[in-house]
């Protein structure tokens, strides 16, 4: 099993960053893939972006503005955003996968106000 915690949502303005921390425990050693997924008021949840040891992965809707990045030592996935506008706000959930399971964290809030 594995468990994951989301940290770091909020509100900002418009044009702002935030940083959101995805700390994974438990049987850590089983994942192969993370990633950071989100769902806005009224829509599905979509993929924002991912991490495996061959590289990462983005929505089109954030290259060149999010970066999401890992630290093996200490288990967590990070995703920065820059230039965040409105649409981004939603609900981000943290998301981890083995070869057999999935495993997904509670969501963390993030508001961008206009």
């Known amino acids: 099993q594995v468990q994951l915690v989301e940290s770091g949502g909020g509100l900002v303005q418009a044009g702002g960053s935030l940083r959101l921390s995805c700390a994974a425990s438990?049987?850590?050693?089983?994942?192969?893939?993370m990633g950071w997924y989100r769902q806005g008021p009224g829509k599905q949840r979509e993929l924002v972006a991912g991490?495996?040891?061959?590289?990462?992965n983005y929505a089109d809707s954030v290259k060149g503005r999010f970066t999401i990045s890992r630290d093996g030592a200490k288990n967590t996935v990070y995703l920065q955003m820059n230039s965040l506008k409105p649409e981004d706000t939603a609900v981000y959930y943290c998301?981890?996968?083995?070869?057999?399971?999935?495993?997904w964290g509670q969501g963390t809030q993030v508001t961008v106000s206009s």
């Open positions: 991490i495996t040891s061959g590289g990462t």
């Open positions: 438990g049987s850590t050693f089983s994942i192969n893939y």
């Open positions: 998301n981890a996968n083995s070869y057999r399971d999935e495993y």
